[in-house]
């Protein structure tokens, strides 16, 4: 109950605020929060990042094994991605199997790497149809203030761009970096009212009304998309944050 | 999505601009609606969408399990999407997987935003998607019948949802997938929308899009929801126009 007055009070807060054209944090409607971005920050991972995105904070470590293809993509390495939204990082996450939610974060991180086309598979085979390297994308939440989409999906692409396949350890020839040939990255709006929201923090996620996460590439092209939320949005206003993610995530991946 | 080559050569759209199954590019897939199909359930809509067949029905306003799910301002719309073992070629296995709780979770919020959920507190609307046989376009086809069986089942909602795909193949953007053109194809956007005000409430994409091919292939979405949504329309009508079938199960028990 408390937390239903508490979303109305910052609801109120908040709508008053954007009604004068800001933000609880004094940023722009399209400006998303201070980046930080510490590579290689997991040494046991074969690839890591620690992101910071304004209070969010996400660590990614990428772990690659070796296994066996899928059977309709026997010349491909394995993308599989995971997030984990753990207690210590927000009051609302509970411990226990994923639910809903994180698997969704994990869904949509996974969707931005796969259909961005961030790593070439085909070079993480080892032998058709027998062996190839499957690739571990692990999201934790550590401090959790809002957009885990963007956060994770940042963190994940400068976790693959910094990871080196471990060829030597498992007896497979020289290591080598990951192959990675493409940076999506995905930028998520919310809609409080009649604005637009980049980046939202954690409050503006609760009063938001409907979220969107769109990956776009270097081309400025569309390569996922995801809504959420009970609310909606129309054609027009997805349009507006189509152009508001190839705009930002431009700025993003210059630091990726 | 994207890049696997088709077998043996064979292109998803020939050179007379027609696809694998004889459609033109903005063509939906034969789609038809029937409410009211099942006994138990408090509304229910079976669906055939191309070789697409889904059922679904609704249970509720009932008491909320688990009860920590419980809001005291508002019922809960869960849904639960679910695909039969035999539905696909290789058997799935049963029981609910990461994809099928993705869906789940945005059918609920899409179907919350036309539910009166504050007229029924601490309830749940329960709507239970059965996907029998799936052939692309299963979350657009499972949205479609669970508002019509919301509607069968007498719940106040703003409006249906109506649902339908977009997608591209051989560079050309196209309407309503089928599965090849979904396994092979360059991407997919499912769409979930109001016609009558204008509003998405489902959209998810994959794939590569340029933004003017996105603008296409999201107008050819609406404007086959718009399509679909008379045929939702119609199925309740036919429903509750016909003497026959009637409404029997909430008629005259004594």
Known sequence: MSKDVMADLKRDHIMKLLSKGKRVDGRKFDEPRPLTIEKDFIKSAEGSARVHLGDTDVVVGVKLMVGQPFADTPNKGVLTTNAELKPLANESFESGPPDKRSIEVARVIDRGIREGKAVDMEKLCIEPEKEVWIMFVDVHAIDYDGNLFDAGNIAAMAALKSAVVPAKRAGKGEDYPLPVSHVPISVTAVKIGEHILVDPTYDEEIVAEARLTVATNEKGDICAMQKGGDGSLTPDEVLRVVELSRKVGADIRSKV | MGGTPLPDGIKLIDENGK??????????????????????????????????????????????????????????????????????????????????????????????????????????????????????????????????????????????????????????????????????????????????????VLLQMDGDLTTDQFRTGLNMAVEACKKIYDLQRDALKRKYASPARGNDKDVGVN
């Open chain 2, 19 to 200: 696809r694998l199954d004889g459609r033109r590019p903005d063509e939906l897939r034969p789609l038809k609606i029937e409410a009211g199909v099942l006994k138990r359930a408090n509304g229910s809509a079976y669906l055939e969408w191309g070789d697409n067949k889904v059922m679904a029905a609704v249970y509720g306003p009932r008491e909320c399990h688990p009860r920590h799910m419980q809001d005291p301002t508002r019922a809960l719309v869960q849904c639960h999407y679910n695909m039969a073992s035999f539905s696909v070629d290789d058997r799935k296995r049963p029981g609910p997987d990461r994809r099928s709780q993705e869906i789940s979770k945005i059918i609920s919020e899409a179907l919350t935003h036309v539910v009166f959920t504050e007229y029924f507190p601490k309830t749940s609307i329960d709507v239970y998607i059965e996907v029998l046989q799936a052939n692309a376009g299963t979350r657009c086809a499972g949205l479609t019948a669970a508002s019509v069986a919301l509607a069968d089942a007498g719940i106040p909602m703003r409006d249906l949802v109506a649902s339908c795909a977009a997608g591209k193949i051989d560079d050309t953007v196209v309407l309503d997938l089928g599965k090849e053109e979904d396994n092979f194809g360059q991407a997919d956007i499912p769409l979930g929308y109001i016609p009558r005000t204008d509003e998405i």
